[in-house]
């Protein structure tokens, strides 16, 4: 039987993150563990991580936590090194069309 710990090196994906995705889809982190391993095969799916960061950063800040908003921005930066995109996924679309 796999641990949350085994899920989350095999992810590669920053606990921090995994939290966030967590949050943001409101399941337990070792679904959250799969579901980020799933969303980094695609640029769109980093796109996606991504999204669910800016969307926790902002329900933090709406609710007045900053210590938690600092806490995800942070983790968005570390993310965003991590897997950098240059054009976002529409344009690329949009781009491929051409």
């Known amino acids: 039987m796999l641990s949350l710990q085994d899920c989350l090196d095999y992810s590669g994906i920053p606990e921090e993150t995994i939290a ?3 949050e943001h889809e409101q399941v337990p ?3 959250a563990a799969e579901i980020g391993c799933t969303l980094l095969a695609s640029r769109q799916g980093i796109y996606r991580i991504r999204q669910f960061l800016r969307e926790n950063i902002a329900h933090a800040r709406e609710l007045g ?3 938690k908003a600092r806490q995800l921005d942070h983790a968005f930066r570390d993310f965003e090194k991590a897997y950098p995109l240059h054009a976002s996924p529409a344009s690329q679309h949009a781009a491929s069309q051409l």
């Open 65 to 67: 936590q900053t210590a």
């Open 20 to 22: 966030a995705i967590a």
């Open 29 to 31: 982190e070792i679904v």
